[in-house]
């Protein structure tokens, strides 16, 4: 059985205080697709995409936007996800913050999105092309402020244009 045809992840919208999971209703992705862009429309957040050297983002600037994204990994798992995991686990995790070249690598291969408010990066997500939202991070301080529904609309528009009907994830318990 191909995993379109299995539900493997609910992915939850938060929009004007209501939780809509994303399942296959029979719908088809394209009107799913303006009917949830309409519900979490937020206007103040506005968005980069990075797709690494395939648009020419100039080096020192894909340079430091990787720096930035990998602090902004840190402090949200460090200051976020303590209140659901040990230390021990969080610093493991986190760890991961010093590979720049893995992140380079997986900048590359999958689509990134980064939301920006006032010129701050404040959340980012990224899609692999088979529909798997690998990343989705929001800074701590802009927690519960609709950026990841805002992310995640981003992210669907692109699955639709991957011809992905699916989009699944591994969330942590802090994500649930």
Same mark, same amino acid.
Not at 3 to 28: C, E, M
């Given at each position: 059985?191909?995993?379109?045809?299995?539900?493997?992840?609910?992915?939850?919208?938060?929009? +004007?205080?209501? !939780?809509?999971?994303? #399942?296959?209703?029979? @719908?088809?992705?394209?009107?799913? /697709? &303006?009917?949830? $862009?309409? +519900?979490?429309? !937020?206007?103040?957040? #506005?968005?980069?995409? @990075?797709?690494?050297?395939?648009? /020419? &983002?100039?080096? $020192?600037?894909?340079?430091?936007?990787?720096?930035?994204?990998?602090?902004?990994?840190?402090?949200?798992?460090?200051? &976020?996800?303590?209140?659901?995991?040990?230390?021990?686990?969080?610093?493991?995790?986190?760890?991961?913050?010093?590979?720049?070249?893995?992140?380079?690598?997986?900048?590359?291969?999958?689509?990134?999105?980064?939301?920006?408010?006032?010129?701050?990066?404040?959340?980012?997500?990224?899609?692999?092309?088979?529909?798997?939202?690998?990343?989705?991070?929001?800074?701590?301080?802009?927690?519960?402020?609709?950026?990841?529904?805002?992310?995640?609309?981003?992210?669907?528009?692109?699955?639709?244009?991957?011809?992905?009907?699916?989009?699944?994830?591994?969330?942590?318990?802090?994500?649930?």
């Amino acid at each position: 059985m191909d995993k379109r045809d299995t539900i493997s992840a609910f992915v939850h919208y938060f929009a +004007l205080g209501l !939780i809509i999971p994303f #399942v296959n209703w029979g @719908i088809t992705p394209w009107l799913t /697709g &303006i009917v949830i $862009a309409l +519900l979490t429309s !937020i206007p103040i957040i #506005v968005f980069s995409l @990075i797709l690494g050297a395939r648009i /020419g &983002i100039a080096g $020192a600037k894909f340079i430091s936007d990787v720096e930035r994204i990998t602090q902004l990994f840190y402090d949200t798992i460090q200051n &976020i996800n303590i209140r659901d995991y040990s230390q021990e686990e969080v610093d493991d995790w986190s760890s991961w913050r010093a590979d720049i070249d893995k992140w380079l690598e997986k900048m590359q291969e999958q689509y990134f999105v980064v939301a920006e408010i006032h010129n701050k990066i404040v959340g980012f997500a990224s899609l692999a092309q088979d529909g798997y939202l690998d990343l989705m991070y929001v800074d701590k301080d802009s927690q519960r402020q609709g950026v990841a529904s805002a992310l995640l609309a981003e992210i669907e528009k692109k699955a639709i244009k991957q011809n992905n009907d699916l989009i699944y994830s591994d969330v942590s318990i802090t994500a649930k």
